[in-house]
């Protein structure tokens, strides 16, 4: 299987830093503003393997709006998940990939299949199983055919 991306690297970098902000948010139960803040200020722990160029005002956006539309957001994706499936049963990567990319596609801004393309590569880097064609699926859906 072939990977794709945006045809940006600071697209798909913010994209990736978005992911592991909303993860660090909900994990260290963290404000969206210290936690993209600590990453546009790189202070984070040593451990934490950060995107060294990534579109900062993009990660930012996209931390924003999820956050912000996290309630909207869940209702959607809770839509669209197999039966007996809620977004709370997610394991918080997953919840933050599906999270992250439908907030974006929600946003009605940027071409859908790049922005599906660089949120499945982000779930192969966290998954080998059924998760990375299930964020293709879901986020396609949330994006309803707009490729553009």
């Not at 072939?2 to 963290?30: C, D, F, H, W």
């Not at 309630?71 to 933050?96: C, H, P, Q």
């Amino acid at each position: 299987m072939s990977k794709k991306n945006s045809g940006s690297p600071q697209k798909a970098a913010a994209r990736t830093a978005a992911v592991q902000a909303l993860y660090m948010i909900e994990l260290m139960e963290e404000k969206p503003e210290k936690v993209v803040n600590d990453f546009k200020t790189r202070a984070m722990p040593e451990e934490a393997e950060l995107p060294t160029d990534f579109d900062a005002e993009l990660f930012e956006s996209i931390v924003h709006r999820a956050s912000a539309m996290q309630a909207d957001v869940d209702a959607e994706l809770s839509k669209l998940l197999e039966k007996g499936w809620t977004v709370a049963r997610l394991e918080k990567i997953l919840r933050a990939i599906l999270r992250a990319g439908a907030a974006e596609l929600l946003a009605g801004k940027g071409n859908a299949a790049n922005i599906i393309d660089d949120y499945v590569n982000v779930a192969h880097a966290f998954f080998s199983g059924k998760e990375p064609a299930m964020t293709n699926a879901v986020l396609d859906k949330i994006a309803g055919g707009r490729k553009a």
